[in-house]
């Protein structure tokens, strides 16, 4: 049974003037577990919209959302947010997504306190301070706060406090686009070894062809709110069929070509 299933999924908005914008316009997709499936296409084709639908952060207008087997748009508020846990988001921003007023230690607990998981404070430290570990920070960043950190350091806290609820599915949503290149390497490296270690399955959400190559068993390309191209990455990136996704390519090509062993040095 795949994780994730939806179909004919739409979402329109209101522009500011009232008129309506079809960010997803009748999308079915399919992803099974500790598979990563890419979204690409250009700003405004609607995948940070996708990505947030399939969470249920926003609600469909219409279409079916299946995750691990239960009909997400029908449940209750309580009952989603007894799973949100198992169901997370990673934002491109991380400092924007981090409350500056708190420490590390208190962001990283907080989905703990949320969904009850965790009993005692001990037992919170504790998990806090494993998962802190898992993406490579060290106690001694329990009590700082995001303003006293890096970028990427920052992304590092905002994938624990996604982990610290042992997730299942994880939206990636541009995790590292504002992000220096050496420094994205290392975080995408860091994804890929936590999704081996965890069975995590990934929905990742990129304007980069490149990291997508690298990064996602299979691919979507999006373009005003419909898939135009599916299927795995190699086959689509390989030889795309859609005129939308050779002209995305080409528009995307670096100037000099990598070789195949530069281009996994990348990621
Ligand atoms: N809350 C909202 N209210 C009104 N329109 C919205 C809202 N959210 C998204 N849209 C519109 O929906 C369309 C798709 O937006 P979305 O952010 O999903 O695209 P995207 O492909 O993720 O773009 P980007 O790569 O720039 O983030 C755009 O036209 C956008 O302006």
């Known amino acids: ?61 219409s279409g079916t959302i299946m995750l691990e087997g239960e009909d997400i748009r029908q449940l209750s508020k309580a009952q989603l947010r007894k799973r949100r846990r198992r169901w997370q988001i990673v934002f491109q921003e991380p400092f924007a997504s981090l409350n500056p007023r708190l420490t590390i230690r208190q962001i990283v607990e907080e989905p703990l306190i949320v969904a009850k998981t965790y009993g005692s404070r001990a037992e919170r430290l504790s998990k806090v301070t494993a998962t802190l570990e898992e993406v490579g920070l060290s106690r001694e960043f329990l009590n700082r706060r995001p303003a006293n950190l890096s970028g990427g350091q920052q992304q590092r806290v905002g994938i624990a406090r996604c982990l610290v609820t042992d997730p299942t599915l994880v939206v990636l949503d541009e995790p590292t686009s504002s992000l220096d290149l050496t420094i994205r390497a290392s975080i995408l490296r860091m994804l890929a070894e936590l999704q081996l270690a965890r069975g995590l399955t990934y929905v990742f959400v990129s304007h980069d062809i490149e990291t997508v190559r690298h990064f996602c068993s299979s691919v979507a390309v999006m373009h005003r709110g419909k898939f135009v191209e599916t299927g795995s990455t190699d086959d689509v990136l390989s030889n795309p069929q859609q005129a939308y996704t050779q002209a995305l390519m080409a528009a995307a090509m670096p100037p000099i070509p990598y070789t195949p062993g530069e281009r996994a040095a990348t990621v």
Do not use: C, H, N
Request: proline content about 5%; hydrophobic content about 40%; cysteine-free.
């Open 1 to 61: 049974m795949p994780i994730i299933e939806l179909k004919d999924v739409r979402k329109t908005f209101r522009s500011p003037q009232g008129l309506p914008v079809t960010a997803v316009d009748g999308v079915s997709l399919s992803v099974e577990r500790g598979e990563t499936l890419g979204i690409i296409g250009e700003s405004g084709s609607g995948k940070s919209t996708l990505g947030r639908l399939i969470l249920r952060l926003i609600e469909a207008d």
